[in-house]
C-alpha cells in the first residue's frame, strides 16, 4: 500500500503562485511513475504533468511554461510548481503514482486550488 498526501493548495490571484507537495508514504519512485492530475467542476479529470520512466517530463499544452514538475527522491515529494495562474486552473488537484509494472494506481486526496480576484 502506498499513502499519497498532497497540501499546498489555496485562493491565489490571478497571476500568483503556489507550490503543491505530494509526499509518498515509502520509496516508490523506483517503481512508480508520478504525475498531477486536476479535476474542475462538471470536467473530467485530466493529466497537468507527469513523468515517463527515464525522468522526462510531460505537460499539458494549457498549462506548458507555466507548471513545473519536480521531485526530491530523498524526501519520496513530488513538487508542482504553478505560476502566472489563470482562473481556468481552478480545480481539486491530485497525485497519482502509476505502477511501471503490474499493479494499481494509488491516488491523493486532493488538494483545492482556486484563482479568483
Known amino acids: 500500500q502506498v499513502q499519497l498526501v498532497e497540501s499546498g493548495g489555496g485562493l491565489v490571484q490571478p497571476g500568483g503562485s503556489l507550490r503543491l507537495s505530494c509526499a509518498a508514504s515509502?520509496?516508490?519512485?523506483?517503481?512508480?511513475?508520478m504525475g498531477w492530475y486536476r479535476q474542475a467542476p462538471g470536467k473530467q479529470r485530466e493529466l497537468v504533468a507527469g513523468f515517463f520512466d527515464g525522468g522526462t517530463t510531460k505537460y499539458s499544452d494549457s498549462v506548458k511554461g507555466r507548471f513545473t514538475i519536480t521531485r526530491d527522491n530523498a524526501k519520496n515529494t513530488v513538487y508542482l510548481l504553478m505560476t502566472n495562474l489563470k482562473p481556468d486552473d481552478t480545480a481539486v488537484y491530485y497525485c497519482?503514482?502509476?505502477?511501471?509494472?503490474?499493479?494499481?494506481?494509488?491516488w491523493g486526496q486532493g488538494t483545492q486550488v482556486t484563482v479568483s480576484a
Open positions: 515509502r520509496s516508490i519512485f523506483s517503481h512508480y511513475v
Open positions: 497519482n503514482a502509476s505502477p511501471l509494472a503490474q499493479g494499481s494506481d494509488y
